[in-house]
């Protein structure tokens, strides 16, 4: 089975352009969040959906923004990028956010890489 | 409030025993997670306590003491490829994980 993929791997943006990351879980899962992981700090909560509604949001701007797909599948997008945005970008799935704390195990796809110049 | 502390580095010697702590301060309490993270890689879960006491997994153990706000990682028989970043989280009642800054362990020959 595969895993939670994310693209692009890379990109490279400047100050004010918009982004768009995308995220596939894992088969079955039906609930993805997002995390933001500057270097050198631990990954920061920014948005967690299930069954395509929003159940949480972390302490982020208005210019992050995301949605989830009938079939899971999540975009994240920052608008008017600024150079602190330069970060990974973790999606990470899990089954379902609710029960004992075993089910809320993330499994974190390998991240995008963005880099505002 | 969120916080979770840990130590920022921490350096071992192969074959050894190293104790990565972490304490944390959090209301709804849904359970405590370690994950590993090698550089430029994604994080991986190693372990979760939701009592206190010990999980066991191979060569990781964790521990959890709930009234202390307390947690260790243990790693038995290091091994050069246990370089990594070990990140302490807290998850909330059906909500996120929230991290600490993580401890960056290098292992020495």
């Known amino acids: 089975d595969a895993g939670v993929t994310q693209s692009p791997t890379h990109l490279i943006k400047t100050r004010g352009q918009h982004v768009t990351l995308r995220c596939s879980p894992i088969s079955g899962h039906k609930s993805v969040s997002w995390y933001q992981q500057v270097l050198g700090q631990g990954p920061q909560f920014i948005f967690q959906?299930?069954?395509?509604?929003?159940?949480g949001r972390g302490n982020f701007p208005d210019r992050f923004s995301a949605r989830q797909f009938p079939n899971y599948s999540s975009e994240l997008n920052v608008n008017a990028l600024l150079l602190g945005d330069s970060a990974l970008y973790l999606c990470?799935?899990?089954?379902?956010?609710?029960?004992?704390?075993?089910?809320?195990?993330?499994?974190f796809g390998a991240g995008s890489r963005l880099t505002v110049l | 409030g969120q916080n979770i502390d840990q130590p920022t580095e921490m350096t071992a010697t192969e074959g050894a025993i190293v104790q990565i702590n972490c304490t944390y301060q959090t209301s709804g309490f849904n359970g405590l997670f370690w994950y590993q993270q090698h550089a430029g890689e994604a994080p991986t879960f190693l372990s979760y306590?939701?009592?206190?006491g010990l999980e066991e997994k191979g060569r990781f153990s964790s521990f959890l003491s709930r009234s202390k706000g307390y947690s260790y990682l243990l790693l038995k028989e290091l091994q050069m490829k246990d370089s990594a970043s070990y990140l302490c989280a807290v998850s909330r009642a059906g909500y996120a994980l929230n991290f600490g800054k993580g401890t960056s362990l290098l292992v020495t020959p």
């Open positions: 990470a799935s899990t089954l379902s956010p609710q029960g004992r704390a075993g089910a809320n195990v993330l499994t």
């Open positions: 306590n939701v009592l206190d």
């Open positions: 959906y299930y069954e395509k509604e929003e159940r």
